[in-house]
C-alpha cells in the first residue's frame, strides 16, 4: 500500500498494490497491519456504508458530533469528487478543505479522520461508493455543513452539471461553517 499524506494533516490518500492479468486483478482493499506501517493509523471500523447515486448528486456535508466517525473512503463503481472540511477548532487548518478523485478504475481511497465533515460529488454517470466507519451512525448527532458556504470555498468540479447539484432535504438544510457545532 502506498500512503500519500493530503494537504491536511490527518487525512490520507491510500493506493493499494492491484495485481492484475488476463484474468482480472486482485487487491487487499483493507489490511489493518498494512494501513499501520504505512500511515501509523491503528483503526477499528465498526460499520460499512454503501450508496449508489446518479451523475450530480451530492452527498455531505455530514459529520457527527458525538460519536465521531473516521471513514475509509472508496469507489467500486464510477467515480466521486470526495470532500472532507476540517472542524477541529484547534487545528491550524479548521475550515479548510480537500478533495480527490477517488474511482473504480484508480482504486485509490481517502482515509478521512474524525473531527472532519465528509461529502461527495458523483462526476461519472453513477457511482457507488463504500466507507467503514469507526463508530456508528447516531442520527441524534448527525450535523450537516453547507456544501457551498462561500467561507470554505470548495471548488466542487459541477462543470456540465445543469444548475445546482442534486441535493437531499437534509443537505439543502446545512448550516454554515459560522453556525455549525464544530469539534474542539
Known amino acids: 500500500m502506498k500512503a500519500t499524506a493530503a494537504a491536511i494533516e490527518g487525512v490520507w490518500l491510500l493506493e493499494p498494490e492491484v495485481f492484475g492479468d488476463a484474468r482480472g486483478f486482485f487487491f487487499e482493499s483493507y489490511n489493518r497491519r498494512a494501513l499501520r506501517a504505512a500511515t501509523g493509523l491503528d483503526l477499528e471500523f465498526v460499520q460499512d456504508n454503501h450508496s449508489r447515486s446518479g451523475r450530480g448528486v451530492l452527498r455531505g456535508l455530514h459529520y457527527q458530533v458525538r460519536q465521531p466517525q473516521g471513514k475509509l473512503v472508496r469507489a467500486l463503481q464510477g467515480a466521486i469528487f470526495d470532500v472532507a472540511v476540517d472542524l477541529r477548532k484547534r487545528s491550524p487548518s479548521f475550515g479548510k478543505w480537500v478533495g480527490v478523485e477517488l474511482s473504480a478504475a484508480s482504486k485509490r481511497q481517502a482515509w478521512i ?25 447516531a442520527p441524534e448527532h448527525e450535523r450537516t455543513l453547507r456544501w457551498d458556504d462561500p467561507a470554505i470555498g470548495i471548488a466542487w468540479p459541477l462543470e456540465g452539471l445543469q444548475g445546482e447539484p442534486a441535493l437531499s432535504d437534509k443537505d439543502r438544510r446545512g448550516v454554515a461553517l459560522s453556525e455549525a457545532e464544530v469539534f474542539a
Open 113 to 137: 479522520p474524525p473531527g472532519f465533515a465528509h461529502g461527495f460529488l458523483v462526476v461519472s454517470e453513477y457511482a457507488e461508493v463504500l466507507y467503514k466507519t469507526t463508530d456508528y451512525y
